[in-house]
Structures are given as C-alpha cells and as structure tokens.
C-alpha cells in the first residue's frame, strides 16, 4: 500500500465536503479511487461507470500520465504519486 | 580628398566586393544576404530571401538573425556605398566572411536577378507593432504573417473576449466571431469586450465596435448564428486556427469535428468556477509540420457527461478573471501556432487551479483508434450533436 495524493476538481468536490485533495492508502488506482468513494459518498459514480470502468468523459493521471495510457484502472501506484481526476469541463461563456 | 572618401578608400581595401550574381550564388550556398536598404527603399522590391534588419539596427539584430560568426555575409545597399559601411561594422563584431554586393540593388535589378515585392508595413504599423518588430521571433516577417492570418474565435464570451482582444491588439489580419448571444448583464463580470450600454445589443456587434476601436486595420468578420452541422464547413473554411471559446458540448464536439475534417488547429480552452483547462488539439499536424500529429478532443474525452453531470457556467459560477488567464493561453498559444514558433500544447493539457495557482501539465496522448482521428479513418461524417450530448448516459 502507498500513500497517495488524490486531486479532486472542483466539479466533484461538493461530495468531498470542499476538499481539493484527498490523501489515501492505495496499492492501485482502483483501490485509490474505492478509498475516495469510501470516504466520501457520491463522487466515485461521477468517475466510474456502473460496470466499475473509467467513464468516457473522465480521465484520470498519475503524475502527468493518463492511465489510460498506463495500465488502466490497475496502474500501480508509489508511496507520494498525485491522482488527478479530470473530467470534461464544457465552460466558457454564456 | 574628403574624410568620406578615404574612409571609402579604407574600406574597399578591407571588404571584398562581389558581383550581384556572385552573391546569389553563395546565397544559395548558405550565406546570409543582408538587406540594409531602408523600408521605402525596401517596399520597392529587394532580393528573395533576404534579411531586411535596417542599417541603423544592424548591429542589435544581426546576432539573433545570423548567430554563426563564421556563416558568410553579403550586404547589399542601393548602390555598394552603405552596404561598405555595414560590412566594415559586422566584421568588426566578429563576422568573418563579410562581403559586400559591387553596385548594390541597382545594379542587381539591372541584371536582371530575382526580385520580390515584400509585404511593407507602412509607418503606422510599424510603429503599433514596434515592440513586436525589435523581437527577432516575430519581427517584420512573423508581424507580416499575422496580419496576413485569419483566426475564428467560437464564442465572443468569456474565453473569446480576452483572446480576440489581444490577439486584434497583436495585429492577425481577420478575427471571425461566432455567437448568436445578446449581451446580458451577467457577462459584463468577466466579458471585457462588451459594456454596460450595449447590455441588450447583439455580442459579435458589440465584440466588433471593442476591437475596431482598439486596432482599425482589424478585419472583424461576425458570424450570428449558432454553428450546426449543417454551417460548420462553410464557417470554418479557411481560417488557419480556431479557438474554441464554446460554452456546451454539441458545439465543443461539433468544433473539434469539423477542425479534424478540415486539418485545423483548435485551440481550446474550457472554465469552471477556479479551474481551467487548455490544450491545442490538432490531429493534422503532421501534414502540415512534419512532426508528431497530436490527439482530437475524442481521444481525450470519447463521448460527454450527461446534462445532469455538466452544469454550465450559467449554473456552477465562475470567478470573472479565470476566462481572462484561459482566454489569454489560448491567445498565446494562437500567436505561436501562426508563427510557426515555440511548442505548442499538443498533446499536452495545463490544468490551471487559481485557489492553489498552480499549473498542472499533463500528458495526453493521441488515440490510433479514434473515431475521427484515429489512423487510416476515414471522416466518419457530422452527427446530431444536441442528441449526442441529451442522451450520454449516466
């Protein structure tokens, strides 16, 4: 298990009562993101589909890699790496 | 005889002068060919390829245009008199093949060399982009490039106010506005190119009268309509950069789409409450540049949130200033793709979180099976992109 960082975009972060980081003990971005969900109820539906997937609209780094491009949701993590959750943002005007 | 004279004498007998068609030659063979004509000299025509760095600033400039001492330099004048001068200066600033063109522009002209028409900046320009000029990255070349591009801003709301208004300020020669909005109030918190008596009154008309105000020579081309699948080609074409300042998905997809189809870079950006996000999505760079052809915005995000999941900024709030900072990236980021300098954020997406300040980099990569990009594809055609957004799935 590593200590990791997880950041929570502004969109999710009235499920973490404001939090823009949440520190977890996590072997793997699955169990990072089932620890997030365990503490703070609704965000992890926001991040993964009912199947347990990633959703299409969301990604996910580690460090500034996206996991989709590493091992997905089994991407193992190290003791001080930063999860970011970036979901599509539509914003600009009205 | 005259001071002048003998310091002629002087320099002839420590520059070698060369026929016109001799300093074509070593032109092709990689030597710099300096021009240090004037620019009303210059307007008349002057040698393809030449460096046009101005007598009186040679001596500041010539280091960025020609950083190797040891390249050859040929200086050409109107007649071989200045260019003397010149010549006697740069090899005493440590350029070791200096020489100078025998007869200068005339003589070139007369024997029947090519000549080009360059695109002169007139004096007042010259002095608007003054600061532009003195940089060798721009200069009169990348200043004459910009004024010659034409640059679609989707959106003249709180990401294309910022943008359109520096990049009308930087001189790009047509700003295309797409937005079929009425200035409201609202927007006055962070919408800096509409006013409080144009609250009613139509954004691209107003977005218009700002930038004209600001830099005449600007081309403001309104488009008041929403972009449909049906408009989006004919809108688009022709533009060298689009800059997505949209505020939903149909037309967040819907642009990126059309910029795949039509190998344009879209330069996009995206706001919400103390969050933004940049990245240059431009799948089709590698015809155009010969480097690595970056990701579509479907590589990144396949298909949207659904409504419940993707509040607006009309719902969720956003601190007035952060569309200034996304906006002015993607200005940035704009300016740099149409001189062709710098990296741009290709593959790469800067996470901006104001409450922190910080900028987060992230890497994105391109996705070989894309829908729309991926390798070999063929355009698989627009969609009904408000159905495509109504009906994502939770």
């Known amino acids: 298990m590593s200590r990791v960082t997880i950041r929570i975009p502004m969109p999710l972060r009235s499920y973490t009562q404001g939090a823009g980081e949440v520190q977890v003990e996590a072997g793997s971005v699955r169990e990072a993101l089932a620890a997030l969900g365990a503490a703070h109820e609704g965000v992890l539906p926001r991040v993964l589909a009912p199947e347990g997937e990633l959703r299409p609209f969301v990604n996910v780094f580690v460090g500034s890699r996206n996991v989709r491009s590493l091992d997905g949701l089994a991407t193992p993590l190290a003791d001080g790496d930063v999860v970011a959750i970036i979901p599509a943002v539509a914003g600009g005007l009205p | 005889m005259k001071a002048r004279e003998r310091l002629l004498a002087e320099l002839k007998a420590g520059i070698p002068e060369i026929a016109p068609h001799d300093a074509l030659a070593l032109q092709a ?32 400039r010539i280091e960025d245009a020609v950083p190797d001492p040891q390249r050859p330099i040929v200086v050409m004048c109107g007649s071989g008199t200045r260019s003397l001068f010149a010549a006697a200066d740069l090899a005493r600033l440590g350029y070791a093949k200096v020489s100078s063109v025998a007869g200068g522009f005339a003589r070139w002209k007369n024997e029947g060399l090519p000549v080009e028409l360059p695109f002169a900046l007139d004096a007042s320009a010259r002095e608007r982009y003054s600061r532009h000029l003195l940089m060798p990255e721009v200069g009169e070349a990348g200043q004459t490039k910009l004024m010659r591009s034409k640059v679609l801003l989707v959106g003249a709301g709180g990401l294309g106010s910022p943008a359109a208004y520096y990049l009308a300020a930087a001189g790009v020669g047509t700003l295309g506005l797409v937005d079929h909005d009425v200035v409201d109030r609202s927007n006055l918190q962070r919408q800096i190119l509409h006013t409080d008596a144009r609250v009613g009154t139509s954004k691209v008309a107003s977005a218009r009268q700002t930038l004209e105000a600001l830099n005449p020579t600007v081309k403001v081309v309104g488009h008041e309509t929403q972009l449909t699948s049906a408009n989006v080609e004919q809108i688009l074409a022709g533009y060298d950069v689009v800059v ?77 200033v952060l569309p200034g900072v996304i906006g002015l990236l993607q200005a940035t980021e704009t300016i740099k793709l149409l001189l062709g300098i710098g990296e741009p954020l290709v593959g790469r997406l800067l996470y901006f979180d104001a409450l922190r300040a910080s900028f987060s980099e992230l890497s994105l990569e391109r996705d070989p099976a894309c829908r729309y990009c991926g390798d070999g594809r063929e355009f698989p055609g627009y969609i009904d992109y408000e159905r495509f957004c109504a009906s994502a799935a939770a």
């Open chain 2, 29 to 60: 063979r990689g030597a710099a060919l300096v021009d240090v004509r004037e620019p009303d000299e210059i307007a008349q025509g002057s040698a393809p390829g030449a460096l046009r760095l101005g007598r009186s600033y040679l001596e500041l």
């Open chain 2, 244 to 320: 997505d300042g949209s505020d939903n998905f149909p037309t967040r997809y819907l642009v990126n789409d059309a910029c795949v189809k039509l190998v344009i870079p879209n330069v996009h950006g995206s706001v919400y409450r103390f969050e933004g996000q940049v990245s240059v999505f431009w799948p089709g760079r590698n015809d155009s540049t010969g480097k690595r052809p970056g990701p579509c915005y479907r590589c990144l995000y396949p298909e949207p949130p659904p409504p419940e999941y993707a509040p607006s900024c009309a719902e969720a709030g956003v601190l007035g």
